[in-house]
Structure formats: structure tokens, C-alpha cells
């Protein structure tokens, strides 16, 4: 009922023209002049069988990222974030009609499914490579738990005690935030993400044996893309950065275990491409200062993630843009159908 009201109101505010002026508006003031930078994950063309494997916050279908793609290219003016970058640096006056794309982790799909709309619509955009994964056929821990939790169709109680048995601290209530999830899957992944790479998998590997359905993501054995693919798209504007080599959360790490994910993934991705890579994207969006200034020494000209202090405008955040997530649901109505007025309102609530 809530969702109703809300496409309601959305909808009402677009079409009457009430949401042009609250833009124009928020435009006039200063500290609103920022471009946006959107986040991507995957883009899927089946979502009902896609979605055992993922979670509904990281994904749009291919028929709505078409949609979305056309719309930004009506309305805004996509640029490169090498170019939005660069403005900060040299304290351009910035044109909050700008906006960014950025696709995280690497995925086969950006390659089959955005790529094509990106090229029809002649948009820029940067894709941030996890390297380590690219050219192999390994998952994501957190593409493993999704799968587990999904085929098995497992709820908290029971993977509460399996934190117990594996895992005692993670077996506690944790924050709000992550204790109302509606998702139990989006829970568990919150609740792994917490714990160190070993213990994830340790965790996982328990659940593995104690379920009858296996983690098996599928006739899709390769979910990220190959060196050849990234070439191709590197040679038609699409950008590439480094997401690190593992993905594992740099605020759990050592700043020589940092340094070495900030230092060896901008090689081998170098090296594959023959291109400069300086854009970094925070593995979780979890930074800190002194990661900050890991980055800035590496070499990186700026870095993104998604808990930045503000949109982008000052030299001071260029190692903590912030991006806007994007998925599926903030541009559906109540049926599933992709809403024009909704996308406007999710980037107008976040410009
Ligand atoms: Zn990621």
C-alpha cells in the first residue's frame, strides 16, 4: 500500500510539472551545482532466473537500463569520470546537468547487456574491474551466499545457528539497519561481510555441506568478463578502473595487504589494456583516511564509493566520491513496469 501511495505522489509530481521546479529550484542554490554519479551492477535479461544467483539492490534489467540510458541522454549530459575528475582538480565550475555511469565488480553482463545500449546511445561510462576475477570462471563470496540462501530457500533462524556453530559473534543481534532487512539474503551478506574472507568462506563452506542443493550458479559458468571483452569496450568509450584484486573490504585490512590491492590490480589491468588506469572504486564503498591517502600514493587520480560526505565538488572528496546506487526497483511502478517518473525522482531526491 505504501509503494502505491508513493508511485502515486511520484508520478503526480512528475506530470504536473512540480518536479521540473523543485529541480530548477535546488539547482539555484550553490551547493546543489554537483553532477551525479550513478552506480551499476548487473544487468540482467532474465531476472526471474538471474536473480536466484544475486540481489534485487544490485541489478536492472536490460529493458529498463535501455530505458534509463535513453532518458540521460535526453535530459542530461553523460560525461567520463576522468572528465569529471579532472574539472574538480582544476576547479572548473561544474554543470550539475552532468552525470556519470560506473558500473562495479567486472560482470559478464555488462559486456552482453549494457554494453550494446551504451554504444547505441553513445554514452561514456567506466566499468570497475575486480582483477583477480576477470578471464577466470570464480564467483564472488557474495554471489555464493545468494545462491545457497536462494536454492535452499534458508531464513535467519536457521543460518543464526549455523553463525553459532561457525562463527560466534556473528550469531548476535546486529545494528538496526541491518537487523529490519526485508531480505533475509540481503542479511546474511550484510552480516558476512563483516567477517574476514576466511571465515566468510568457512561459513559458506559449512553451509554448502549441511544443504542438499549445492551453490552450482547455473549453465552461466563464467559470470565475469574475459580480458578480450574488456578490450573490445576499452576501444568504444567505455573506461575501465580498478575495484582491487579480491574484493575484499579494505577496511578490514592491513595497509600493506591495502597497498599491494591498490598496486596489483592497476597492474595487471595495465597491462592487459596497455592503458592508464588512476580511477579506483572502494570494494563495498568502505573507506577510511588513511585508505584515502593509500590511494592518492598509489597514483590514483580519484576514487569512488558509496558513502561519500557529499556529491562531488571539492578537491578535498576527490578520494571519496560518492555515487548514487541504481537498481531495478527505484524505476518500476507497482506493477514492475518501468516509470519514467520514478527514475527522475530517485535522481532528483539525490541531487
Ligand atoms: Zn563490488
Known amino acids: 500500500m505504501k509503494q502505491i501511495l508513493k508511485y502515486f505522489i511520484v508520478v503526480l509530481l512528475y506530470y504536473s510539472g512540480l518536479a521540473f521546479v523543485f529541480r530548477f529550484l535546488k539547482r539555484l542554490s550553490r551547493s546543489n551545482q554537483k553532477p551525479l554519479i550513478l552506480m551499476y551492477h548487473q544487468v540482467f535479461d532474465d531476472p526471474k532466473a538471474e536473480l536466484k544467483y544475486s540481489q534485487a539492490g544490485l541489478y536492472v534489467s536490460t529493458p529498463v537500463f535501455d530505458k534509463q540510458m535513453s532518458y540521460l541522454a535526453k535530459h542530461y549530459k553523460p560525461i567520463s569520470l576522468a572528465d569529471l575528475a579532472t574539472s574538480i582538480r582544476s576547479n572548473q565550475t561544474l554543470d550539475p546537468k552532468n552525470i556519470v555511469i560506473t558500473f562495479d565488480d567486472g560482470w559478464r553482463d555488462n559486456y552482453q547487456h549494457a554494453y550494446p545500449i551504451l554504444k547505441e546511445y553513445q554514452l561514456p561510462a567506466i566499468i570497475f574491474l575486480t582483477a583477480n576475477f576477470i578471464g577466470t570462471n570464480d564467483i564472488f563470496w557474495f554471489m555464493r551466499a545468494a545462491t545457497l540462501m536462494t536454492i535452499n530457500k534458508l531464513d535467519r533462524q536457521q543460518l543464526r545457528a549455523l553463525f553459532k556453530k561457525v562463527c560466534l559473534s556473528s550469531a548476535e ?8 532487512m526485508a531480505s533475509d539474503t540481503d542479511w546474511f551478506i550484510e552480516k558476512l561481510k563483516k567477517l574476514d574472507l576466511i571465515v566468510i568462506n568457512r561459513v559458506l563452506d559449512e553451509l554448502s555441506k549441511s544443504n542438499k542443493k549445492s551453490d552450482n550458479t547455473g549453465d552461466n559458468s563464467r559470470w565475469t568478463m574475459n580480458w578480450d571483452e574488456v578490450k573490445e569496450m576499452s576501444q568504444h568509450g567505455i573506461s575501465f578502473g580498478s575495484h582491487g584484486c579480491t574484493h575484499r573490504v579494505m577496511t578490514t585490512l592491513s595497509s600493506d595487504e591495502n597497498m599491494r590491492e591498490l598496486r596489483d590490480s592497476r597492474e595487471v589491468i595495465e597491462a592487459k589494456l596497455g592503458l592508464r588506469v588512476d580511477i579506483f572504486s ?3 564503498g568502505d573507506y577510511n583516511i588513511e585508505i584515502e591517502k593509500l590511494v592518492e600514493q598509489g597514483g590514483y587520480l580519484c576514487a569512488v564509493t558509496t558513502k561519500g560526505i557529499g556529491k562531488p565538488g571539492n578537491k578535498s572528496e ?3 566520491l ?5 537498481h531495478e526497483g527505484i524505476s518500476v511502478g507497482p506493477r514492475g513496469n518501468y516509470s519514467r517518473a520514478m527514475f527522475d525522482f530517485h535522481l532528483l531526491r539525490n541531487s
Not at 543481534?173 to 529490519?180: C, F, L, Q, R
Not at 560518492?322 to 541504481?326: D, M, S
Open 282 to 284: 572502494y570494494p563495498n
Open 318 to 320: 576527490l578520494f571519496a
Open 322 to 326: 560518492r555515487r548514487i546506487g541504481v
Open 173 to 180: 543481534s546486529d545494528s538496526a539497519a541491518i537487523e529490519t
